[in-house]
């Protein structure tokens, strides 16, 4: 980035030296433009710097601890993705991989166990989230979900923890009942 805005300043700089003039207008326009993408740049790269959870994250592993038993909530093949924005939005859609798909081919006309099944095997979710003075993720605000009952919930680090260790992010969700549930995320390149 600084090498970037350099290599800007530098362009203008050999220019004059090799003789070009520029009129005051169009000299005026080209140093409020290197100076506007300059700021820019400087701006958007704080906030990538400063926002360690924002990107997006792909489920690699999840398991639910309860009642002294470890369950697989999405199955042995958990798919998974775990969005951030940098406008400080997010949304997490978690599934079992290997869900019977229906077999009526329609959503809305599974049968009870499908529809069943469905429910107990995935989530989604999304809302809004903070991040602390260190970019680390401080906490969010669900607006809307698959399961009703979580839509106005707020959470803080107290009941959600997602640490990051370079490509892979770690979440730990104490839920109400006391489940303990872990995934494993790693970043989408």
Do not use: C
């Amino acid at each position: 980035m600084k090498i970037e805005q350099s290599t800007r300043a530098s362009l203008w700089i050999e220019l004059a030296d090799r003789g070009w003039f520029f009129s005051r207008p169009a000299l005026v326009a080209g140093l409020l433009a290197l100076t506007l993408s300059a700021t820019a740049s400087e701006s958007e790269s704080d906030a990538g710097a400063i926002n360690q959870v924002a990107g997006t994250w792909r489920m690699v592993s999840a398991t639910l601890e309860a009642d002294g038993k470890i369950e697989r909530p999405y199955g042995d093949n958990p798919q998974g993705m775990l969005v951030f924005t940098p406008d400080m939005h997010f949304v997490e859609v978690l599934t079992d991989g290997d869900t019977p798909r229906f077999a009526s081919d329609a959503r809305g006309g599974g049968s009870d166990e499908e529809n069943r099944r469905a429910m107990a095997s995935s989530i989604g979710f999304f809302g809004t989230y903070s991040v602390d003075e260190q970019g680390r993720f401080a906490g969010n605000r669900v607006e809307g979900a698959t399961f009703p009952n979580w839509v106005g919930g707020v959470r803080t680090t107290k009941e959600l923890q997602l640490r990051v260790e370079g490509d892979r992010m770690y979440e730990t969700f104490t839920r109400p009942d006391g489940g303990r549930f872990s995934a494993e995320f790693v970043r989408s390149r």
